[in-house]
């Protein structure tokens, strides 16, 4: 009588993801005249936020990146409210010249009044990449800008898509920063060859099914869409809707016709509404990425695809302990990734600024 051996997926931590951009931001700061400095701006008691900050300063001294962490509010004094002063801070930061880059550690206030202070930030400085610019151009697939247009208070109407087979700035540009986090996870993706890398710049990831659950403006959202813009068919699925991001045009089976053959993608991104249930969703994905800030929610291992690849964003674990036995790979955590995304992004600010 044969047994036949059941193996669970493979546990993918960040540490060998990280590796080439741990080289790369190393090369980029032996290559800088002065070490780039980054203010981290903590305004809050909360603990997630104090242990980001001090990871944040463990990365940035072990990198060689000058650090320094103000503390604000309630994180400076029990005499003061959470959050106050933070503002204040921001401003004086955005007109340090001393000063490359600028990170807040949210949640402070809340989903409103933070995405103000957001913006507050200047894009100059947004090496989180919040800033409503950068994600405009996410969303509306335009990669690389001029570094003076980050001077602009508005981005350009008429900017087109970008469209190009390769993925070097054309001559006088630079690329768009994007989100740490939804870049993280597309490093991550791109790591364990999600992405294909035969096919074109802008399309590696067509015939690919993935699902994203929590569709925050932070991860969620433009994590679909920068997916999408890569060519994957990306179901959103949040609290109370689910949609699908897609660049492939809704073409009819029946419809033969030169113009619908010929279109193959939009320029960007479309948002269609979807009535498929999550059970559904994640029965056809290829990829499964949670982002969930609850530790009772869990994605159900029986209702996943065989083989597929399943990411955990939130600080809660969003999947049961036996995903692995549906899932061929499983990352449990991005933050040393997205670590790295910031620098990366706060060496381009840099360069962008000298520019």
Known sequence: MVTAVVRKGL??????????????????????????????????????????AEFTRKQCEEMGVDFVLKKVGAAASPNLGEGEGVEEAIIEANEDSSIHGIMVYFPIFGVQQDHYLQQVVSPLKDVEGLHFKFHYNLYHNIRFIEPKSLLASLPPASQPPTVTESEEPPAGTVKSIIPCTPLAIVKCLEFVGVYNKILPYGDRAYGKTITVINRSEVV????AALLANDGARVISVDIDSIQEYTKRPR?????????????????????????????????????VVSAVPSPTYKVKTEWLKDGCICLNVAADKNFEKDVRDKASIYIPAVGKVTIFMLLRNLLRLQQYQEL
Do not use: M
Request: charged residues 20%; positive net charge.
């Open 11 to 52: 546990l993918l931590k960040a540490d060998p993801i990280t590796a080439a951009f741990r080289d790369e931001v190393k090369g980029s700061l032996a290559a800088c005249s002065r070490p780039p400095k980054l203010v981290g701006i903590l305004a809050t008691t909360a603990a997630p936020s104090k242990n980001y």
């Open 220 to 223: 969620g959202r433009p994590l």
């Open 251 to 287: 073409i009819s089976p029946n419809d033969s016709s030169e113009s619908a053959t010929a279109q193959r993608y939009h320029p960007r991104h479309i948002v269609h509404p979807s009535n498929l249930t999550l059970q559904e969703c994640l029965a056809i994905s290829d990829v």
